[in-house]
């Protein structure tokens, strides 16, 4: 069965700290490939996606992924984080002939002051 | 633009009651999502429903069921409720069909079980 893996489920960095949250799949063949965030108190938000072309795509707030196709992996990135950056993260993937999207367990991440 | 909103925020029951949860999707969106989220996992896709018709499910049993109506808005019903069914229930909505189109959530549906 296809599966999500998201390999950290608490992370916890100072302010400035480089970020790399991990994300393997287990399909195989063209996938669509989603983060989505959610911050303290709000709803699960769309962080970045990638569906084809440069595999290093960029979002939101500083955020970045790449695809690495032959790791089947997602990592979501990003140089110096703040203290907003307080939030779980989700890792999803889906195919364009199966919408349903498969989630990862998330990961928690806690930036101190 | 107004978010997804689902109702009611929290909700209590027994095991072996019914229970209903409703979402309303953005505006102009037409695909409606239902994921339940229990403590500790991600989200597990439930039912997804376009212009009307039930789409896809997920790996549930039937007592978890639901509908959309007309105007988009849709309907979670979940039958002879156990206590494994605790957990926060999910509505996004998407504008159209594409396995691209990204969804938008609600803030969820918390029900508990006594």
């Known amino acids: 069965a296809q599966s999500v893996s998201q390999h950290n489920h608490h992370v916890i960095l100072s302010e400035a700290a480089s970020l790399e949250l991990g994300c393997n799949y287990s399909?195989?063949?063209?996938?669509?490939l989603f983060w989505y965030v959610q911050y303290p108190g709000q709803h699960l938000q769309l962080l970045l996606k990638?569906?084809?072309?440069d595999p290093l795509v960029k979002g939101i707030k500083g955020f970045e992924a790449e695809f690495i196709k032959s790791k089947f992996s997602f990592n979501l990135r990003k140089p110096s984080v703040q203290w907003s950056d307080t939030a779980e993260y989700f890792c999803?993937?889906?195919?364009?002939?199966?919408?349903?999207?498969?989630w990862g367990a998330g990961t928690k991440l806690i930036i101190k002051p | 633009e107004a978010g997804v909103t689902q109702s009611p925020t929290h909700l209590i029951k027994t095991r072996g009651q019914q229970a209903t949860l409703r979402c309303s999707p953005i505006?102009?969106?037409?695909?409606v999502y239902w994921y339940q989220q229990a403590l500790g996992l991600g989200l597990q896709f439930l039912l997804w429903?376009?212009?009307?018709?039930?789409?896809n499910r997920g790996n549930f049993p039937p007592r978890f069921s639901g509908r959309q109506f007309p105007n988009y808005s849709s309907e979670l019903n979940v039958n002879a409720l156990e206590l494994e069914d605790s957990a926060l229930y999910l509505c996004?909505?998407?504008?159209?069909?594409?396995?691209?189109?990204?969804?938008?959530f609600g803030d969820g549906t918390r029900l508990s079980i006594l």
């Open positions: 505006s102009g969106h037409t695909s």
């Open positions: 399909y195989g063949g063209t996938v669509n």
């Open positions: 996004a909505s998407s504008h159209g069909q594409g396995a691209r189109e990204p969804q938008h």
């Open positions: 429903y376009d212009e009307g018709e039930e789409r």
């Open positions: 999803a993937v889906n195919r364009d002939s199966n919408y349903q999207l498969i």
């Open positions: 990638y569906f084809s072309g």
